[in-house]
C-alpha cells in the first residue's frame, strides 16, 4: 500500500474530532441608515484548511471541559465578550465539512446587548459583520449561520428572545426596532405597540428616555424570564 493510500486509510478508520463553535448576534448601527441591524463577529483563519478565510469563532473540544465551557473558553479568547445568555444550538457533521478530517462541530448561540458587543476585541483576525450580507466563510460557517438565522427569526414570532438584544430598560420603540432587524421588515408602530403592552411580562417604570429633541419616551423592562428555548436536535 502506497504511504497517500495508508494515510486515506488511517484518516478514515480514525474517529471524527469534535469542535465547537458559536453564533454571536449583537445590534449595531448601520452603516448607511443609522438603524440597528443584526451583526456577528468573525474570526479570520491563520492556518489551513481554509487560511485567511472567516469563520465563527471555536476550536477543538478538550478532554477536561464540558461542551458549555468549551464555548465559553472559545469566546472569551478570541473575542473577550463573556455572554449572559449562551445556548446549544444545534450539531452539524456533514461528511465533509473538512478536507483534513472528519470533524463533527457542536454549536452554540449567543445573544449579547449593545453595551457588551461594545466592548468585544476587534483587531485584524476578528471583525463584526452584518448577519444578512456575508459572504463565503470558512468549512460550512455559512450554512450554520443560516441556520441560526432561522431559528432566531421563528423565536421571535412566540418567544421572549428579544429581549436578550436590549439593556435592563427600553422603550417600546426600541423593542420594535430589534424585531426589524431581526426579521429584516418594517413592522406597524401603531399595531406593534398595542401589541407589546398587551404582554404581561413588560412593565413600565414610571421613568423616560432622556436626551431626545421630543418629548421622552417612557421606559419598561421585561419582567419574566427571556429564553432561546430547547432545541437539543442534532444533523449530520
Not at 10 to 23: F, G
Not at 76 to 81: D, K, P, Q, V, Y
Not at 102 to 121: F, G, H, K, M
Amino acid at each position: 500500500m502506497s504511504p497517500i493510500s495508508a494515510n486515506v486509510a488511517e484518516r478514515r478508520l480514525a474517529p471524527p474530532s469534535l469542535a465547537i463553535s458559536t453564533v454571536i448576534f449583537a445590534l449595531r448601527p448601520s452603516e448607511k441608515s443609522g438603524r440597528p441591524t443584526l451583526w456577528l463577529p468573525l474570526v479570520r483563519r491563520i492556518r489551513e484548511p481554509f487560511k485567511d478565510m472567516w469563520a465563527l469563532p471555536g476550536g477543538p473540544l478538550s478532554h477536561d471541559e464540558s461542551l458549555q465551557d468549551a464555548a465559553s473558553r472559545n469566546l472569551r479568547e478570541t473575542t473577550g465578550l463573556i455572554p449572559h445568555y449562551l445556548e446549544q444550538l444545534y450539531a452539524f457533521g456533514g461528511l465533509h465539512r473538512s478536507p483534513s478530517q472528519r470533524v463533527v462541530s457542536i454549536v452554540y448561540w449567543a445573544l449579547v446587548q449593545p453595551t457588551e458587543a461594545a466592548l468585544a476585541d476587534e483587531s485584524e483576525n476578528v471583525r463584526w459583520f452584518r448577519a444578512d450580507r456575508l459572504g463565503e466563510l470558512a468549512f460550512d460557517h455559512k450554512e450554520i449561520v443560516d441556520y441560526a438565522l432561522w431559528r432566531l427569526r421563528n423565536k421571535m414570532a412566540y418567544g421572549s428572545i428579544a429581549y436578550h438584544l436590549l439593556g435592563e430598560f427600553f422603550t417600546l420603540a426600541q423593542v420594535r426596532e430589534v424585531y426589524e432587524a431581526v426579521l429584516d421588515r418594517q413592522l406597524d408602530p401603531a399595531n406593534f405597540r398595542r401589541h407589546i403592552k398587551a404582554t404581561p411580562e413588560i412593565e413600565e417604570t414610571g421613568q423616560y428616555l432622556q436626551g431626545g429633541k421630543h418629548r421622552p419616551p417612557r421606559l419598561y423592562r421585561f419582567t419574566g424570564t427571556p429564553g432561546l428555548g430547547p432545541d437539543n436536535r442534532s444533523t449530520s
